[in-house]
């Protein structure tokens, strides 16, 4: 059984930074593409950030050039770098990631229980 474990979400005013991990943690698995995701109150659940196993990044409209992802393989976790927050970032935040599973290696998707941001005006 794999788990992912986020950290470091909390309360922070407008125009601070925080930053998120996602440790990985079980036995016989390897990380694919690993993402973030949030979730506002009576919204739908969106993709933030994206990295593949090969460092490749993708990011939603609205974070780019605020947000950076990075992750390090070795202690197979996921970072997500939040600068120049904005109360409209407040949500739940979500780890996603794709993982090879076992001796026969299938691929599962996993999610974090997710971490709270509130950016404070």
């Known amino acids: 059984q794999v788990q992912l474990v986020e950290s470091g979400g909390g309360l922070v005013q407008s125009g601070g930074s925080l930053r998120l991990s996602c440790a990985a943690s079980g036995h016989s698995f390897r990380i694919n593409a690993m993402a973030w995701y949030r979730q506002a109150p009576g919204k739908q659940r969106e993709l933030v950030a994206g990295?593949?196993?090969?460092?490749?990044?993708n990011y939603a409209d609205s974070v780019k050039d605020r947000f950076t992802i990075s992750r390090d393989n070795a202690k197979n976790t996921a970072y997500l770098q939040m600068n120049s927050l904005k109360p409209e970032d407040t949500a739940v935040y979500y780890c996603h990631a794709d993982i090879n599973v076992g001796p026969l290696g299938k691929e599962y998707n996993y999610w974090g229980q997710g971490t709270q941001v509130t950016v404070s005006s």
């Open positions: 990295i593949s196993i090969g460092g490749s990044t």
